[in-house]
Structure formats: structure tokens, C-alpha cells
């Protein structure tokens, strides 16, 4: 009952100005979206529309993730730094997807999205990695890479365990953002590289979310690099999964989500 109160609430946003956020997501998405002309919706360059409905419901928080709108995307504002305290119940920015967008932009198949993947250089482990070429994706890893190297912060992500993978979110019927190429997870120390699946799948009865990963300083240091080029942070999800970063720059660089929150005021 206390979870189906707080995902409630959480959709009680007063005095939201639909076309601000849009304008946003088509500033995020330049080569994609074409600037909004209704406050409800907004189109790709090649016509496809895309909804934003404030005023759609949901039987529950997982019904929301299966079926999200824009609206769903970016009704949770995504708090780009250091993280200091746990995230509330359901508190996932970013994991709310619309993926008729993603599929739209990076491939609706393993070999549509192959065939944007271009080969990166990872610096922390002097190798190469596939990753989108799309939205400037793989040239945003590349300087990641190349400044956490320059922190001295190369063992922490020096071994990465998947980018690319064409597959759905374990349990779920919905892509991962692995299966677009713009998401990276790497083995992290023990008690830092965290998923809330591994720790057992009972986040919303029993779980606690792990405050280890917010006492990381050199962690927190990694989050905020690849926060400045554009990606988020499983670590700041409520399911949390603090291996996991994906390219967001909707969330992570241009605050689409930051706004929605700030026409509260």
C-alpha cells in the first residue's frame, strides 16, 4: 500500500509546461526530433510521433515501465553529483523509458543497431569497445574513458562486462539499453558493484538500498566524469544496479527532467 501511495504521488506534478519539456528533449535529441509544435507530443525529422500525456494512468510502477509515454521518461528528475542519501521507493530516473524512441534513433534490430556500432578506444584498459555512433554516444565514452584515466581511476572501470548485447531487461519484455549500444556495465569492487536482483529481488519488501556505493568517494568521482558527457547512473535508482551507466544527455546534460520539477515553482 505504501509503494501504490508514493508512485502515486510522484505523478502529482502541478503546473507543468508540456512544451518546455519537449523543447528540451528535442535540444538533448538535435539529430533525431524536430523542434515540438503541440504540447502533447512531438515528432522525429522523418514525421514519427512520439506522446507526452501528463494525464496518462497506470495500474502500478511496473505497468508504467512496460507502457511509458515521454511523460514517463522524464517525470523523474535525474540529480547529477555526489549521491548522499539512499533514493526514495520507485525513485529510478532514467529507467522509465519510451522505447519506440530508442528503437527509433539507434535500431530496431541486432543488426540495424550493429551497424551504427563503431569501434572506441576504453583508456582505463588500453583496449577497444563497441558502442553507438549515434547522438555522439561513442565520442562521449571515449572522453569518459580518457578523463578517468587522467583522475587515476582506471582499476575501478578497467574491466568492462558488456556493451552491446541485442536482448531484453532480465525478467521483462522490454529492451535493455545494452541491445542500442550505448550502455556499459564493469566489475566493480564486491560491496560497491551492487544490483538489487543479485541481492536477492525483494527491493520493495525487504531490501535496503546498499549505502556502500555512497561512501565511494573515488566511485562518486567515476559517476560525476561520465555524468559531464552525457550519461546516467544505476547507482542513483532505487533498483539500484551501480554497475550499469547509459547515455541519457536528456537527464544527465540538459536537465529535461530538472525542469519538469522546477515549474512546480
Not at 519510451?98 to 576504453?122: I, N, T
Request: charged fraction near 20%; proline fraction near 5%.
Amino acid at each position: 500500500m505504501l509503494c501504490t501511495l508514493l508512485w502515486l504521488s510522484s505523478k502529482a506534478i502541478a503546473n507543468v509546461k508540456p512544451h518546455d519539456q519537449l523543447v528540451c528533449l528535442s535540444n538533448a535529441y538535435p539529430d533525431h526530433l524536430a523542434s515540438p509544435s503541440h504540447s502533447n507530443s512531438i515528432r522525429s525529422h522523418s514525421g514519427k510521433l512520439y506522446p507526452f500525456n501528463p494525464e496518462t494512468t497506470y495500474r502500478n510502477y511496473d505497468d508504467e515501465l512496460d507502457k511509458a509515454d515521454l511523460y514517463s521518461q522524464l517525470r523523474q528528475p535525474y540529480q547529477a553529483g555526489y549521491l548522499k542519501m539512499p533514493p526514495s521507493i520507485n525513485q529510478d530516473p532514467g529507467r522509465l523509458r519510451h522505447s519506440p524512441l530508442f528503437m527509433d534513433m539507434y535500431g530496431k534490430s541486432s543488426v540495424e543497431v550493429s551497424s551504427k556500432l563503431v569501434s572506441v578506444r576504453w583508456a582505463p584498459c588500453d583496449c577497444r569497445l563497441l558502442f553507438s555512433s549515434v547522438n555522439g554516444a561513442a565520442k562521449a565514452l571515449e572522453t569518459v574513458g580518457d578523463e578517468i584515466k587522467q583522475a587515476g581511476l582506471s582499476n575501478y572501470v578497467s574491466e568492462n562486462i558488456g556493451t552491446f548485447n541485442w536482448r531484453m531487461i532480465a525478467g521483462t519484455n522490454r529492451l535493455s539499453m545494452h541491445a542500442f549500444g550505448i550502455a556499459i556495465d564493469f566489475k566493480l569492487p564486491k560491496m560497491i558493484g551492487r544490483y538489487w536482483k543479485w541481492d536477492g529481488g525483494q527491493i520493495n519488501k525487504y531490501q535496503k538500498f546498499p549505502e556502500e556505493i555512497l561512501r565511494s568517494k573515488d566511485l562518486n568521482r567515476i559517476v560525476s566524469i561520465f555524468e559531464s558527457q552525457g550519461f546516467i547512473w544505476g547507482g542513483k535508482w532505487w533498483h539500484y544496479d551501480s554497475i550499469h551507466f547509459e547515455y541519457r544527455p536528456e537527464l544527465a546534460l540538459f536537465n529535461c527532467s530538472q525542469n519538469i520539477n522546477q515549474s512546480q515553482n
